[in-house]
C-alpha cells in the first residue's frame, strides 16, 4: 500500500515562535553572530529568544538550550533553503491561521495582551509581525521535508518485522480511546436580543461612515472573534472558499474600502465587513463579530428538552440514533447516528485528551453505553450549547499487538522511515553546504556530525 506520510514528530522540531527575548531588545547589547549556514546568519539573540519561548511553552528541548537551539535553527535554514531553491510555497491564509492560534495560546498562558507585552518587551504589533515570519519559514521547512519524504510504501511483512524486533519495553502503549455519541440543541436566542446586536452594528456603521471612528477601533474594542479583534478586525488575503458562503458573497461585492457592508449573518452570529484590499481571486478585509446574549431561562429550557431525551431513549421509547437523527442540532454528528469524528486522524476514536474539555470531562465518568445528564458546551465557532453524551465504546489503555493495533504500529514504521529519509538528506546536505560555528559555540555533543569541518 502506498500512503503519503504526514509526519506528527517530524525530526526536525520546526520553530514555531521566536519572538523577541527582553534581554536582547532593549539594552542596546551589541548582538553575535553564533553560526552561519551558507549565507545566512543564526544570531545569539535568536537562540536566546527561542530559549526563553520553549520555556513559556514548557517545551523539553532535550538537552543544552545553546547547543540543541542552535542546531535546530541550522536545520531549519537548510530546509528553507532547499525550499527556495524548489519553489515550495505556502499560503498567506496558513500562516493566518496558525498565527491567530498561536497568539491565542500565548495570551492564555501569559494571561493577557499587555502581560504578553511586558513578558516579551515589545508591542503586540511587533510581536506580532515576527511571529508571523517565523509561522511562514516553519511551514515552508516543514512542506519541505514532506516533499524529501514523498511516498512511503510499507507492507505488512515489515510491520510484521518491525513488531517482533521490538524489546517488550520498547513496545508501544495504547492510550485508552473512546467512541462518544453526541445530541446537541442550541438554546433559542429571543428575537430581542439578536434585534439589539443589529441595531449596534448599525450604530457602528454610522459612527464609521461619519468619520467619527475607525473601522479598526471598534474591532479592537468590540469585536466578538479573538483572532481578528487584535489586529483590528483585519482577516488577511483570503480566497472565496477559505471563508463561509454568507460571508465571501458580501465581502468579494465589496469595491470601495471607505464603505461597510450590510450586515451579515453566519453560524459564528453577526458581522459588518470592511474591504481592504483585493489581489486577483484573493481578498483581505476587516469585519466585527458579535454575538446575541443567551439569557439564562433559554439555556434552562434547552436542558430541560435535553433531560425528556435522555430519559426517553433510557426508557426505550427510542434509540440514541433516532434521537441524534431527528433532535439533534449538531449537523456534523446526526446523519453519522451522532458518532462524534476525530479531527486528529479522521476516525471515530479519541484519546481522552483530543475530547473537548467539556466532554471529557463527562465521558470520564460514564460506563459503556450510559448517557449523561445534560450539560453546557462551547463549539467550535464560540457558541454555547447544550448536550447529552453517550459512550459507546471505550477501549482501555494497553501494549499494542498486531491483532487490534495494525494501524498504529504501520504508522510508527512509516514514521520512521521517513525520519530515515530525513537524516540521510541531512547528512548528504552538510557535505556540499558552508557552515562556520563560534569557537565558543563548539562544544557540544550535535545531533549530526559533519557541522564542524575543520
Given amino acids: 500500500m502506498i500512503r503519503t506520510i504526514t509526519l506528527p514528530k517530524p525530526i526536525l522540531l520546526l520553530i514555531s515562535v521566536i519572538i ?5 531588545a532593549q539594552d542596546n547589547i551589541i548582538d553575535q553572530v553564533v553560526w552561519v549556514v551558507g549565507d545566512e546568519a543564526i544570531l545569539k539573540s535568536e537562540v536566546e529568544e527561542e530559549r526563553l519561548n520553549a520555556l513559556m511553552e514548557h517545551r523539553d528541548l532535550d538537552g543544552d538550550p545553546y547547543c540543541v537551539i542552535p542546531e535546530q535553527l541550522a536545520i531549519q535554514k537548510l530546509f528553507l533553503n532547499q525550499a527556495e531553491i524548489d519553489s515550495i510555497e505556502v499560503t498567506e491564509s496558513e500562516v493566518i491561521a496558525r498565527l491567530d492560534a498561536q497568539l491565542n495560546f500565548m495570551i492564555q498562558q501569559i494571561g493577557s495582551e499587555e502581560k504578553v507585552e511586558e513578558y516579551f518587551n515589545k508591542t503586540m504589533t511587533q510581536i506580532r509581525e515576527k511571529l508571523r515570519q517565523n509561522i ?16 512511503i510504501k510499507v507492507t505488512p511483512a515489515e510491520v510484521r518485522n518491525f513488531f517482533n524486533q521490538l524489546p517488550y519495553d520498547s513496545i508501544p502503549y495504547i492510550p485508552t480511546n473512546v467512541e462518544v455519541q453526541i445530541i446537541t440543541r442550541e438554546p433559542k436566542v429571543p428575537q430581542k436580543e439578536v434585534d439589539a446586536v443589529k441595531a449596534q452594528l448599525r450604530e457602528f456603521t454610522d459612527r464609521i461612515n461619519s468619520g467619527e471612528t475607525s ?27 477559505q471563508l463561509l458562503p454568507e460571508f465571501a458573497n458580501v465581502a468579494f461585492n465589496l469595491q470601495d474600502p471607505n464603505k461597510v457592508s450590510k450586515i451579515v449573518e453566519t453560524e459564528y452570529g453577526f458581522h459588518i465587513i470592511q474591504l481592504i484590499e483585493k489581489r486577483g481571486d484573493r481578498i483581505n478585509c ?30 426505550a421509547k427510542y434509540t440514541f440514533e433516532q434521537a441524534a437523527l431527528y433532535l439533534s442540532d449538531d449537523k456534523d454528528t446526526r446523519l453519522n447516528n451522532g458518532l462524534m469524528p476525530n479531527p486528529y486522524d479522521n476516525t471515530s476514536k479519541f484519546e481522552m485528551q483530543q475530547l473537548p474539555q467539556e466532554i471529557a470531562r463527562v465521558v470520564d465518568a460514564l460506563k459503556v453505553g450510559e ?10 465557532n464560540g457558541m454555547e450549547v447544550c448536550a447529552i453524551v453517550k459512550l459507546k465504546t471505550k477501549t482501555e489503555g494497553h501494549k499494542a499487538t498486531i491483532s487490534e493495533d495494525y494501524q498504529r ?8 522511515m521517513g525520519e530515515e529519509k530525513l537524516k540521510e ?8 553546504t558552508y557552515v562556520r560555528i563560534d569557537p565558543a559555540w563548539r562544544n557540544c555533543d550535535f545531533k549530526y556530525e559533519g557541522w564542524i569541518k575543520e
Avoid at 516553519?138 to 519524504?149: D, F, N, P, S, Y
Avoid at 504500529?409 to 520512521?416: E, P, S
Avoid at 538528506?425 to 556540499?432: A, D, G, H, Q, V
Fill in 20 to 24: 523577541s527575548a527582553a534581554t536582547y
Fill in 136 to 151: 511562514h519559514d516553519g511551514l515552508t521547512a516543514q512542506r519541505m521535508q514532506q516533499e524529501i519524504v514523498g511516498e
Fill in 215 to 241: 473601522f479598526s477601533t471598534l474591532a479592537l474594542l468590540y469585536s466578538e472573534d479573538p483572532g481578528s479583534r487584535m489586529r483590528g478586525g483585519e482577516l488577511g488575503f483570503m480566497g472565496r472558499g
Fill in 286 to 315: 476587516r469585519h466585527i463579530l458579535l454575538r446575541p446574549h443567551i439569557p439564562s431561562e433559554a439555556i434552562d429550557s434547552a436542558m430541560l428538552t435535553l433531560d425528556s431525551i435522555a430519559d426517553n431513549i433510557r426508557n
Fill in 371 to 380: 448517557i449523561s445528564d445534560p450539560f453546557t458546551m462551547v463549539t467550535d
Fill in 409 to 416: 504500529l504501520k504508522d510508527l514504521v512509516t514514521q520512521q
Fill in 425 to 432: 538528506w541531512i547528512k548528504e546536505k552538510l557535505k556540499t
